[in-house]
């Protein structure tokens, strides 16, 4: 790929669409988005220059201007992702949301919530709820996160065993194409067979099919009442194989979140708070919500009955304050541990989520690297930490790939796929190149080049072209 | 498009590949391929030939003898839609599904279901009941219309309030492209953030970017007890301005139907049935489901209360089988009246229901012209059954474009779109160029030429190349 530097001129012109202001190029003020949450300096590149436009036909221009110099265009939302979706290794223009900022309307006869993309998803959440409604997207990130990153990457979460990923939460979009074109896909609309759904093709696109400009969201009546149970099991096997069990009772949980014991104690260590069990224990944290204390009540003995039939050692009504402190700062934790790490995003059939995590501790013990594992449990998607810790950066290089390429053979094996919520980005590109059915593969690689001929939609990134 | 036509040649080939008692060429066995439920001479055409392949093999050699020879393939299920999308009309090779009717595997573990696309949509329902399980796809011709064009159009129907469309049933598909190569997307999985979603894109692509041969549905527990309510009101309009309340009140309804006065009467002629107050009445159907029946009770009692307060003659636990026999027999009724009638699918936000039914009405009277309506309210779907009656067919040719012209003028001013459940097909193509976004328009045309760069593959329906 022949791309052009940003130079003098390009800054003048960006300039001239943004205002002096808002585009950075001093380096000092740049370093915050050469990354994003993937660790190493393998995953990091300063920009060439970082612009901050207010609106849609201010990222039109800069989108018509890259294609006309062709220069590599690089969306960004937060940087919170894990896959280094957002950092400009080829170079280019990043072009960060964060201006723009605006939850624009809260349409209650609709059940709408219309937003800018550089809107915070924990604000989402809580402007919903002041109107008494459930934004149900969640992921773990959500404090810090985009809600444009949240659709550009489909982010999932804790929420999606009963709602699905963040795919299932948005009506429509507005976008800027890859050649600079402004349109809206979907609209206030709870169904919609009116051609290709693009907004479906756009959702997880990760900025390589446009820039999201405009998110709408569906908003549910926010059930009265949420009960948090902890059980905690002797082995991480008992744990996960009640998971099935609790599914087909009929309960539709809001979470069933899984953590293995080395994850336990990891947390407890980084948070300086004592976790019950946690010198043996194995979680299942399940989550049931709804308006009828009494039926939610019958649930929890309903899942308590289940917990102890496959041996749990106690099941408890959570703290849930301090519970989701600790699983929600899983990721936070490992870096404390191991200032690199790879956290990986696997997806199995959920029947397979006990065998992937015996996997992994095969896998661990053979390479001597420590895997500390959390999983969205009933979703299927194993959320597996690989901690460099002490180990020289030589032999880590080396022998991560292999370990990871072992992994991932065998998740294939077993009907499963590289990402379950954090997407490919740059991280996962090759595996997907290596992973990926070669037809599908072929396919994205088409739409790819029919929707962005220049190849200068954050180039690089999902497929190689 | 310059096509080439079917010759001796080529029905030899396909005789080759499927068998020579699969091949038809027999004007009088290939009538009823001619035609879906679109009504008129217009959108009719006789195939050159239809095959009806065994598997994906084989068509996947069908395939690829169309784009040797520059052959349309039209793919075609159970002839059901109400799009015209399986009608030859720029002649090739039609492909039926009908002998790849098999279940292939109900995995209970993973609560999905395996079959091929030539299965009847209420077999997949009562084989999932069979084994405790709910497959939520309803469309109101389930009982004839095949999984694999529900899939391909994206198929709604009742149920759709709750558990949304086709294209939230389905986790993975197995297709042949447009270039004749198998391939899968998606699978056993609750989550994937693999690259871009391909499944998506191909679900309500009425078969004009590849062909179904394999389909992965979601199962879910079943719920133990269902109730529907009729709620009957003096007019329409406080019929559907009570909806956005049911909805608002936290319950999650099964389904919200709407049925009008005049569409009541039409039903009830066809069935020579008497239904409730059906001399003034306007029908709200609400459905409920749960495992608690006290609670089912409460969510009745608060809908009594809702429909009350917003005058309804009468709340009444409706006689099911009764009510959803006349719902149902909604298309065939208003056949019966009008042997061509113009069968609209309008999808509006939910909160301009009203508006468009009242829009619906003011139209059918200064065209002269009787519309029936139907809702599935809570949705925002509207089904308006244009009828012809004893009008002269040149006027009807006339008027009908210039009175559809006149709806979806309004519709698009309202922030609705072309289709909600039944599709583009052949019979909105002009409709979709004439009010889709113009930049949408280009993105999916060049998503089509991309994929399918022969343009072969169902020719005509959707967009126009």
Redesign the interface.
Known sequence: MNFNKVDEKVVKRLKEVVGDNYVLTDPEKMESYSHDEVTGDKYKKMPEVVVLPANALEIASIVQLANEKIIPIVPRGAGTGYAASSVPFLGGIVVSTERMNHILEV??????MVTEPGVRTGEVQTVAAKHGYLYAGDPCSGDSSFIGGNVA??A?GNK??KY??T??QVSGIEIV?PKG?????G????????????T??M???EGT?GIITKVYLKL?????NVMDLLAVFPTSQQAVKAV?KI????I?PLCVEFMANNSIKTCENFLQEKLPHSDVGNYIIVSVEG??EQ?LE?QCMLIDDICSQNKALETLVADSERIWKARKSFGEADRACSLIFSAE?I?????QVANMVEKMQIISKKYGIAINCVA?A????VHADILKENMDIEIWNELLPKLRHEVYTYVYSI??????????GYKRVHL?EEF??P???K??K??????DPNNIMNPGK??QI
């Open positions: 349409d209650e006869e609709n059940m709408i990457t489909n999932g999606a065993v699905g990923t795919r299932q194409t074109e402004i349109t809206t896909l609209g206030k609309l709870k169904k919609d067979s009116t051609g290709y759904c693009l479906q093709l959702i997880g696109s099919l549910m009546p926010k059930p009265k099935p599914i087909h009772s009929g539709m308006d009828n039926v019958e995003d997806v199995v059939p959920p029947s969205h009933a979703d299927g998607n009907g499963g796929k590289l990402s379950g919520e954090h997407g490919i997907l990926a059915n037809v599908e593969l396919m994205m088409a739409v790819k080049k029919a929707l999902v497929i």
